[in-house]
C-alpha cells in the first residue's frame, strides 16, 4: 500500500481506546456504500497497512480475524482515513466476493427501520452463509 515509514506515522497517530481497540468502517470505494463496522489492535491496523489485506480483531471470538479467510470475500485497501480525533479508522476497500457480511449480504447494513417500527431487510443475499460456515452462523 505505502512504505513502512507511512505505515509507522499512521498507527501512532491513531487513539486506541482503553481495550487497545479502534473501530474500524469499511466502505467500498467503489461505490461508497459502507460495508461494515470491526475492530482493529495495533498489530491488525499494521498487518492491514503492510499486506494491502484486511485484518481485523473479532472481540466475541477474542482473536485476529483475517477477513475472508474462511469465506473467501476479502478485503483489498485502497485508501486508510482517520478522523478529527483520531480514534476511527475508515478504509476504503475493494471488496472482492460477494458479501463482506458474514449473514450473505453485501453489506452488514441490509436492514432498514421500516415505518419507524419495524426492521425490513432492504438487500438480497450473494451467497448461503449455513453453505460457507456450516451451521455455525
Not at 4 to 33: I, M, N, R, Y
Not at 67 to 83: F, L, M, P, W
Not at 111 to 134: C, F, I, M, N, Q
Request: hydrophobic share 35%; proline share 1%; aromatic share 10%.
Amino acid at each position: 500500500m505505502t512504505d513502512h515509514l507511512t505505515h509507522s506515522a499512521f498507527v501512532s497517530a491513531v487513539k486506541f481506546d482503553d481495550d487497545g481497540l479502534v473501530p474500524a468502517v469499511a466502505q467500498s470505494k467503489e461505490t461508497g456504500e459502507v460495508l461494515m463496522l470491526a475492530w482493529m489492535t495495533k498489530a491488525t491496523l499494521e498487518e492491514t497497512l503492510a499486506t494491502g489485506q484486511v485484518t481485523y480483531w473479532s472481540r466475541s471470538r477474542r482473536k485476529v480475524w483475517r477477513k475472508g479467510e474462511t469465506s473467501g470475500n476479502i478485503q483489498r485497501v485502497k485508501h486508510a482515513y482517520i478522523d478529527c480525533d483520531s480514534d476511527t479508522i475508515l478504509l476504503q476497500v475493494e471488496q472482492v466476493g460477494g458479501a463482506a457480511c458474514h449473514e450473505g449480504y453485501e453489506s452488514c447494513f441490509f436492514r432498514k427501520l421500516d415505518g419507524g417500527k419495524d426492521w425490513k431487510t432492504v438487500d438480497e443475499r450473494s451467497y448461503d452463509p449455513k453453505a460457507v460456515y456450516g451451521g455455525s452462523k
